[in-house]
């Protein structure tokens, strides 16, 4: 097995040092972009029965959008918002580390299984959190678990806001 997939499964099974590895290996970004790529068609598969297949492009193109902006966001929040005294990191290392902790998000593509996708995807998006706190406390360089939950929170919050008012005025969204 080559060293991308190992990495994508490390960071999978939540290890941390994958994530530590990661934010240091400059080289690493198509590898991230690779698994944010992969974990958005995945959840276009999984989710075509809901939105064809012209969804699945464009999910990819919303889930790379997405990736950037989070890592963007989580950047700002956790360096100039959040920080602990050693918060020391740029926006390659977030793009590495978010990216690679979308690697629980490629079993979104068992949500074509009939009525699994609501189950599979909720799965995911918890599973994916919980990657990504260990992402941003690697890449931040904190101590505490729970600032890094915390710059999770508000950049999730903020992101999911993002992508829904995106597909909204795209009219994939009809405003309740």
């Excluded at 994508?8 to 290890?15: C, F, G, P, T």
């Excluded at 950037?68 to 580390?97: C, D, H, M, S």
């Excluded at 941003?136 to 939950?149: E, M």
């Amino acid at each position: 097995m080559n060293i991308f997939w190992q990495r994508v499964i490390r960071a999978a099974k939540l290890e941390p040092a994958l994530y530590e590895e990661v934010e240091k290996d400059a080289k690493a970004m198509p590898q991230a972009m690779t698994v944010v790529l992969l974990a958005s068609l995945a959840a276009g598969i999984g989710s075509v029965s809901q939105i064809g297949g012209t969804g699945i492009i464009i999910g990819a193109l919303i889930g790379l959008t997405g990736w950037y902006a989070w890592a963007l966001l989580t950047y700002f929040i956790g360096t100039k918002l959040l920080p602990e005294v050693k918060t020391q990191a740029n926006l390659g290392e977030l793009l590495r580390t978010i990216g690679f902790s979308s690697a629980p998000g490629l079993i979104r593509i068992l949500g074509i299984i009939p009525g699994t996708q609501r189950l599979v995807f909720s799965f995911a998006a918890a599973w994916m959190l919980v990657a990504m706190v260990i992402a941003v406390k690697s890449a931040l360089d904190y101590k505490s678990i729970w600032r890094a939950a915390g710059v999770c929170l508000i950049g999730w919050i903020i992101q999911v806001l993002l992508i829904a008012t995106l597909l909204t005025l795209a009219g994939g969204l009809k405003p309740a």
